[in-house]
């Protein structure tokens, strides 16, 4: 069984790109759960172990954006949780470089607010993943040794992105004080969303990779999954 996990996304691009990612997610036959509680992490973790704690038959579990770091937290605080594995996409394991810019006032509500509704959290919430924060998270939210962990990221040229994700990505492949691996999907840096086995880095920004709105890198990423659960 697999199990597809995510906080609300905007409305206006969450009904087009879930129904979208449903349709390409068909094959793998998994249960939806949208997140739409809102709080931090740890709010944010027992939602999901509120529907996750139903399920009596073991099950890969697939975390999509913020979400993957709920389920992280929820994974190494609840032992009776049946995973055999945690497939991240697009996940700031590593902090946020906007999240830092953002907490120190460096970067303006209007650039932040269309990227929180992406990730379905208040730009309040936002500033739990700054750089700092999520070091110590990491320390608490450790890999059991019984589930398997990967991860899967994006990253695009600016004028690749979607038009949603342009400034957010201009200001990180600028920043000099936060220097990045490589390029970014528009909301994380490519180093910011590396966890346990990295699979796979993906062409394309953030949304497309759960095919908002291109179908095609929502495709990839299922194949990916398929690819992997098949190998267990």
């Not at 993957?68 to 032992?79: F, P």
């Not at 999520?134 to 695009?156: C, G, H, M, P």
Request: glycine residues 8%; negative net charge; proline residues 3%.
């Amino acid at each position: 069984m697999i199990v597809f996990c995510a906080n609300s996304l905007p409305q206006v691009i969450a009904n087009q790109g879930l129904r979208q990612f449903q349709v390409i997610l068909q094959s793998l036959k998994p249960q939806l759960i949208l997140n739409q509680c809102g709080g931090d992490i740890e709010t944010r973790s027992q939602y999901f172990k509120k529907h996750l704690s139903k399920f009596n038959e073991p099950f890969h579990l697939i975390g999509y954006g913020i979400a993957g770091l709920d389920l992280r937290y929820l994974l190494s605080q609840n032992s009776n949780i049946r995973a055999k594995s945690l497939i991240t996409i697009g996940t700031p394991h590593r902090g946020s470089i906007l999240s830092d810019l953002y907490r120190r006032k460096r970067i303006e509500d209007d650039v932040i607010e269309p990227i929180c509704r992406v990730l379905g959290v208040r730009q309040s919430f936002f500033e739990e993943i700054n750089s700092e924060n999520i070091r110590d998270f990491n320390l608490v939210a450790t890999n059991q040794e019984a589930i398997k962990y990967f991860s899967l990221n994006a990253e695009t040229e600016v004028g690749q992105m979607s038009q949603i994700y342009q400034a957010s990505g201009t200001i990180i492949e600028s920043e000099k004080e936060y220097p990045v691996e490589s390029g970014s999907d528009g909301v994380f840096a490519h180093n910011e969303t590396k966890w346990g086995q990295h699979v796979a880095t993906l062409d394309c920004d953030h949304g497309a990779m759960i095919g908002i709105p291109n179908q095609r890198n929502g495709e990839q990423t299922v194949d990916i999954i398929q690819q992997l659960i098949q190998d267990f």
